[in-house]
T-cell receptor
Framework: DGGITQSPKYLFRKEGQNVTLSCEQNLNHDAMYWYRQDPGQGLRLIYYSQIVNDFQKGDIAEGYSVSREKKESFPLTVTSAQKNPTAFYLC????????????FGSGTRLTVV | GQSLEQPSEVTAVEGAIVQINCTYQTSGFYGLSWYQQHDGGAPTFLSYNALDGLEETGRFSSFLSRSDSYGYLLLQELQMKDSASYFCAVNIWGKFQFGAGTQVVVTP
């Protein structure tokens, strides 16, 4: 079955460490997105990519980095510059030009210890 | 800029009807979508309104009025499994901006 796979489901990070969250999709979607969700809040856009080898900053890109070397993959690195990284991270995708809604992965819950 | 406002929580009994309103301030968007998210899970797409009017999908319906900058999600014949958070989102140049979400609590 087609879908988006995020790994790991839970991730613990020590302060000062960089960590990379994986997002892989086999839906043949062109556009991919990373959102952050804090408890009781909505989703905020971190980065997005509408084509391979190209990506744009979202509303809260500081302290994060991404790459898009393959259509299927859009990993997110949470760097030590991100001051408050504990959150639920969601990856999503859509076909190019499709505006009705996202397909989401199951999310990665990152906790800084 | 864009902002979407939703009520923070709505409580209703099984079998009832709930309407979740979403008001927005934005200069332009492709459409209004609704998502459902259960605790600890990922959002799942419910409905999309590209044009003004009502869209019906089973027990759920969604409405959009661009002239009033307003939309709503209608949940009918509420079931316990409908207890979740519901988000409205507007699509602006291929990116979705989300509201803060409405927690729907269904009681027996």
């Amino acid at each position: 079955d087609g879908g988006i796979t995020q790994s790991p489901k839970y991730l613990f990070r020590k302060e000062g460490q960089n960590v990379t969250l994986s997002c892989e999709q086999n839906l043949n979607h062109d556009a991919m997105y990373w959102y952050r969700q804090d408890p009781g809040q909505g989703l905020r856009l971190i980065y997005y990519s509408q084509i391979v080898n190209d990506f744009q900053k979202g509303d809260i890109a500081e302290g994060y980095s991404v790459s898009r070397e393959k259509k299927e993959s859009f990993p997110l690195t949470v760097t030590s510059a991100q001051k408050n990284p504990t959150a639920f991270y969601l990856c999503a995708s859509t076909p190019q030009g499709e505006f009705y809604g996202y397909t989401f992965g199951s999310g990665t819950r990152l906790t800084v210890v | 800029g864009q902002s979407l406002e939703q009520p923070s929580e709505v409580t209703a009994v099984e079998g009832a009807i709930v309407q979740i309103n979403c008001t927005y301030q934005t200069s332009g968007f492709y459409g209004l979508s609704w998502y459902q998210q259960h605790d600890g899970g990922a959002p799942t797409f419910l409905s999309y309104n590209a044009l003004d009017g009502l869209e019906e999908t089973g027990r759920f319906s969604s409405f959009l009025s661009r002239s009033d900058s307003y939309g709503y999600l209608l949940l009918q014949e509420l079931q316990m499994k409908d207890s979740a958070s519901y988000f409205c989102a507007v699509n602006i140049w291929g990116k979705f901006q989300f509201g803060a979400g409405t927690q729907v609590v269904v009681t027996p």
